[in-house]
């Protein structure tokens, strides 16, 4: 009675995993497999090309992180999805390790969404006040927003994750998912009020409203500034710094404001898991691709690389 009345850190939970896929499971793992492969390749290049050069503009050092966030967010998801597509039966995560997956999978998502946010001001600085560029975007603040970034977003996955594994868990342990994702965990919770959810959406609103907020506002006074240039010429080039940031946004955006800001009773298990293959899989292999082929910084260090 009291292993299916609470939640007991000895217990273990069943990720199902793709169990309905049966003959198209050796396909969907080459598929990913492939997939993740290109995407670690593709982040660790970009990480070692920003790294390796002795000095880059403040833009350069928050597509770092940004490769580095990406980097951990595939390899806290990815290999157990690839387990999950092996296993037929599923496979087994225990209280601890699904509890620590769940709160490194929010943070990473959280402090990419501050991380985006400061992007934007890096934009707007550098288009609505080109003069004041240096003095405003130095190495010191760089650094501090982005350790405010990983901060933030530690932070709040913290409370997030230790709200939802305080909850009891009366029903089945099998978690119809390939990781151990918040929605996923909560409709496990054998409660009947929207409490629950509560911390979800305040999680929500901190991670993802907040920092699209900033953006908007950022983007708004982008837009403003441009309106104002005499030059085509000169539009078109300060447009094109911010369409890189713009698609990854509203890419990471898009998919996350689809999977969590929305009511309980919405949860569909397969629906859901294939939003979360692309925003796990396909997503992290776009950034990389978007940025490279868009910033010429980026492909001309990349090109100093490979010819090292």
């Known amino acids: 009675e009291r292993n299916n009345n609470s939640s007991d850190s000895t217990m273990e939970f069943l990720l199902?995993?793709?169990?309905?896929?049966?003959?198209?499971?050796?396909?969907?793992?080459?598929?990913?497999?492939?997939?993740?492969?290109?995407?670690?390749?593709?982040?660790?290049?970009?990480?070692?090309?920003?790294?390796?050069?002795?000095?880059h503009s403040p833009m350069l050092s928050f597509l770092c992180q940004l490769s580095l966030i990406e980097l951990c967010y595939t390899l806290v998801v990815v290999p157990r999805a690839l387990l999950s597509l092996v296993v037929v039966e599923g496979s087994r995560i225990s209280f601890i390790g699904c509890a620590t997956q769940m709160h490194l999978f929010v943070a990473l998502g959280g402090a990419e969404c501050f991380l985006l946010a400061a992007m934007s001001y890096d934009r707007y600085v550098a288009i609505c006040h080109p003069l004041h560029y240096p003095?405003?975007?130095?190495?010191?603040?760089?650094?501090r927003l982005s350790v405010s970034c990983c901060l933030g977003g530690f932070a709040v996955a913290l409370g997030l994750t230790v709200s939802v594994f305080r909850l009891p868990f009366c029903r089945s342990r099998c978690i119809d998912h390939f990781f151990c994702d918040v929605p996923a965990v909560l409709h496990l919770a054998c409660t009947r009020s929207y409490a629950p959810e509560l911390p979800l959406l305040a999680a929500s609103v901190l991670l993802l409203l907040l920092p699209f907020l900033l953006i908007l506002t950022s983007y708004i006074c982008i837009a403003a500034a441009l309106l104002h240039f005499t030059s085509a010429v000169g539009r078109g080039k300060a447009f094109s710094t911010c369409v890189s940031h713009l698609t990854i946004t509203l890419l990471?955006?898009?998919?996350?404001?689809?999977?969590?800001?929305?009511?309980?009773?919405?949860?569909?298990?397969?629906?859901?898991?294939?939003?979360?293959?692309?925003?796990?899989?396909?997503?992290?292999?776009?950034?990389?691709?978007?940025?490279?082929?868009?910033?010429?910084?980026?492909?001309?260090?990349l090109r100093k690389m490979m010819m090292r």
Do not use: Q, W
């Open 135 to 143: 003095a405003v975007m130095h190495e010191g603040l760089c650094l």
């Open 16 to 55: 199902l995993g793709f169990s309905e896929l049966l003959c198209l499971r050796v396909l969907f793992f080459l598929i990913f497999l492939i997939v993740h492969l290109a995407t670690l390749v593709g982040n660790v290049m970009i990480f070692m090309a920003v790294s390796m050069e002795p000095s």
């Open 252 to 301: 990471h955006y898009g998919c996350a404001t689809f999977i969590y800001i929305r009511p309980k009773s919405n949860y569909r298990p397969a629906r859901d898991k294939m939003v979360s293959l692309v925003y796990t899989n396909i997503t992290p292999l776009l950034y990389p691709l978007i940025y490279s082929l868009r910033n010429k910084e980026i492909r001309e260090i």
